[in-house]
């Protein structure tokens, strides 16, 4: 099928579902609670994070700043967009002398939301790219238990240019499906790079057992026209304080792997202070695909890493971090150690009342 | 080959209609299911509602954010609601739940 054939078939259906949606509002608006009355009012949010990191070694500096804006633009649109300040500072000699590094900007969403009714949100605009759940959920320094990217992240992820339909709905008392469907172009301007896809993710939430079960497609409609699978699993116990969470991607040329992260959380501990505390522990491994170096954020050897944090949640959205991790490849095996802070901050741009 | 295009085109539309009907009419009936108790019960009864969509939603993935106000949380939840696919009725109990 040709792009431009898609591309009509594509425009075609986003008019049709527009005029569905117009109609469904109609019902919607009923339906509101009283509750909502409160006008949403802009506001600047995001994270800071300063995670000095020491692998094979190396000691590097990495300190963050990730603001979001968030503005209301009437009852059923929602401009959001996120900027990633990030500074990567080494030693100019390796592993001695003064740090020096430059500065990566990105653009890493910047999108309109239109709410159109309680099953599909339409986005329009740069946004993240919705393969697996790491890198829409997890991403952000304040909210990942472990510091470091899993190796399988540049696999289907980062952000893309289109348009994309999502939504979550109730389809039982105990089952929640989630969705979304996307389509991307091809942009080469600077901060709003984007490869052409195709792609969609459906998940299962049961709320009672407070289990996510997902499944990720993507297609690339350039170049090598690759195909993506992923898969995530996200499980909160009711009785224990633990997150289990878990993904897994396959790419045939680029390669293929899967993270599993437990953490657990200690709330009745005897000595109070540990009460804030949490423990992780994540092992990952990847395998090279068919052509190695085709994506090049990827590793180039098959590589298995296991890797230990401890979080402290102080107030006020402050969480220190200390970590641990062994890296096991062909190449040689690496030591990893993190420590640092994350800090998430919240900014009303208006009357907060 | 046009002619399938514009097939499949009409059938998605179709089934987009359709949708679109089917959400007014679920709205409409959902209009109907309120519970008429008196006003301090069915609040009670949000309020638990919505601390255990909370729990359920937002601890999923990070941990309970500052108190903020209304009109703050508004914006907040409808963010959420987008990023982490929340369904109405969540967004609806959870806004009540954190600005009562």
Not at chain 1, 84 to 99: K, L, S, V, W
Not at chain 1, 233 to 239: D, G, I, K, S
Not at chain 1, 311 to 338: E, M, P, Q, V
Request: glycine share 10%; aromatic share 10%; charged share 20%.
């Amino acid at each position: 099928m040709s792009f431009s054939l898609f591309s009509r078939r594509f425009l075609a259906s986003v008019c049709l579902a527009m005029s569905a949606l117009s109609h469904a509002q109609e019902g919607t608006q009923t339906a509101s609670y009283s509750v909502n009355d409160s006008q949403p009012v802009p506001l600047l949010s995001g994270g800071l994070a300063f995670v000095p990191t020491w692998e094979a070694g190396t000691p590097t500096l990495v300190s963050i700043i990730s603001p979001v804006l968030l503005a209301p633009l009437g009852k059923d649109l929602v401009f959001e967009s996120r900027a990633e300040f990030e500074g990567d500072f080494q030693p100019r000699n390796g592993t001695a002398g003064d740090f020096t590094g430059a500065v990566q900007k990105t653009l890493d969403y910047m999108q309109l939301d239109y709410i159109g009714n309680r099953y599909v949100t339409i986005s329009a605009g740069r946004f993240l790219t919705p393969f697996n759940v790491f890198n829409e959920r997890l991403y952000p320094n304040w909210i990942r238990n472990t510091q470091s990217d899993p190796l399988i992240f540049p696999l289907g992820t980062g952000s893309d240019d289109g348009l994309m339909f999502r939504g979550g709905i109730s389809a039982g008392k105990n089952l929640n499906l989630n969705y979304t469907a996307y389509f991307s172009s091809l942009s080469g301007i600077d901060h709003f790079e984007s490869e052409r896809h195709v792609g969609a993710r459906i998940a299962a939430f049961l709320p009672r057992e407070r289990l996510e079960i997902g499944a990720s497609l993507q297609h690339q409609l350039q170049q090598q026209h690759l195909n993506r699978l992923g898969w995530h699993l996200v499980w909160q116990p009711m009785r224990v304080p633990l997150e289990l969470r878990a993904e897994g991607a396959f790419s045939g040329p680029e390669g293929s792997g899967l993270w599993l992260e437990g953490a657990y959380r200690l709330p009745n501990a005897r000595f109070a202070p540990l009460r804030r505390a949490q423990v992780v522990a994540r092992t990952q491994a990847f395998q090279t695909g068919s052509i190695v170096g085709l994506n090049r954020d990827l590793p180039v050897s098959d590589t298995k890493r296991t890797e230990f944090t401890f979080n402290y949640f102080l107030k006020d959205g402050w969480k220190a971090l200390a970590g641990y991790g062994r890296t096991f490849t062909a190449l040689g095996n690496s030591n990893i150690w993190t420590v640092g802070m994350t800090y998430r901050f919240l900014l009303p741009l208006g009357s907060r009342q | 080959m046009k002619i399938r295009s514009g097939f499949i085109c009409g059938l998605m539309g179709m089934a987009l209609l359709a949708g679109g009907k089917l959400a007014s009419s679920a709205a409409k009936s959902s209009v109907v299911s309120q519970p008429s108790l008196p006003p301090q019960e069915v609040d009670l009864r949000s309020m638990i509602e919505g601390e255990k969509r909370y729990r359920i939603n937002c601890g999923r993935c990070h941990q309970p954010p500052h108190r903020f106000s209304p009109r703050e949380m508004a914006m907040a939840v409808r963010h959420m609601r987008v990023r982490a696919m929340l369904t109405e009725e969540d967004m609806k109990f959870v806004i009540y739940y954190l600005t009562h």
